[in-house]
């Protein structure tokens, strides 16, 4: 999988929006944008994926940049239940050796201020 | 369906000993996957089942350790010989489907300490 950059960092003021940036310069066109998050103590869980269009569900949107170099997750109205570590992960839309499985960075620590 | 579970939530050994998880995926899934998360980093991947067979397997994965998920269902990982080095959470993930776009659900880890 491409290698993406996100801050190891961010904060937010609770009720606000957030917006949690990814850089995948090396992105190939068969890749698809991941993001899943970790709260404390528990095992990652999805968020949102998605390939070129803008993509929303209850959780969250994902937009994604024209030339799909860089991609935005929005969370709307942060909540403290938000405050976790956001991963955003590339996966070839393919299916052959090592595909399957996902390559986690270091992610996003998200503060989340009440 | 109460998702993955995975048992035991934590585990304490001595160094030298042998330690086995254990984990059960969402029912009907057919893939399943073993991470391992150290401190401060992201989940790194081990090996992963489709069905009962294991298909790929991390050079994380040294001779000490092996997987097994026999008739498709539970998978257990074993560890030979713990080092301080296998300290960490060993997560556990399932997914249905043939697409590498498939979500994959964790299970809550197990943390071990090795002593």
């Known amino acids: 999988d491409a290698k993406t950059t996100q801050p190891n960092s961010m904060e937010s003021n609770e009720e606000e929006p957030v917006h949690l940036p990814c850089n995948h310069s090396t992105i190939s066109g068969t890749d698809y944008i991941h993001w899943y998050r970790q709260l404390p103590s528990q095992g990652p869980e999805y968020v949102i994926h998605g390939l070129t269009s803008n993509v929303n569900n209850r959780m969250a949107s994902l937009a994604i940049a024209e030339d799909r170099k860089s991609s935005t997750l929005i969370l709307h109205r942060a909540t403290l239940r938000d405050a976790a570590v956001y991963y955003c992960?590339?996966?070839?839309?393919?299916?052959?050796?090592?595909?399957?499985?996902?390559?986690f960075g270091k992610g996003t620590k998200l503060s989340v201020i009440p | 369906d109460t998702g993955v579970s995975q048992d035991p939530r934590h585990k304490i050994t001595k160094r030298g000993q042998n330690v086995t998880f254990r984990c059960d995926p969402i029912?009907?899934?057919?893939?399943l996957y073993w991470y391992r998360q150290t401190l401060g980093q992201g989940p790194e991947f081990l090996t992963y089942f489709q069905n009962e067979a294991q298909l790929e397997k991390s050079r994380l994965l040294s001779d000490r350790f092996s997987a097994e998920r026999p008739k498709g269902s539970f998978s257990t990982l074993e560890i030979q010989r713990t080092e301080q080095g296998d300290s960490a959470m060993y997560l556990c993930?399932?997914?249905?489907?043939?697409?590498?776009?498939?979500?994959?659900?964790f299970g809550p880890g197990t943390r071990l300490l090795v002593l």
């Open positions: 993930a399932s997914s249905w489907g043939d697409s590498p776009q498939e979500t994959q659900y």
């Open positions: 029912s009907e899934h057919n893939r």
């Open positions: 992960i590339l996966r070839d839309r393919y299916s052959g050796a090592g595909s399957y499985q996902l390559t």
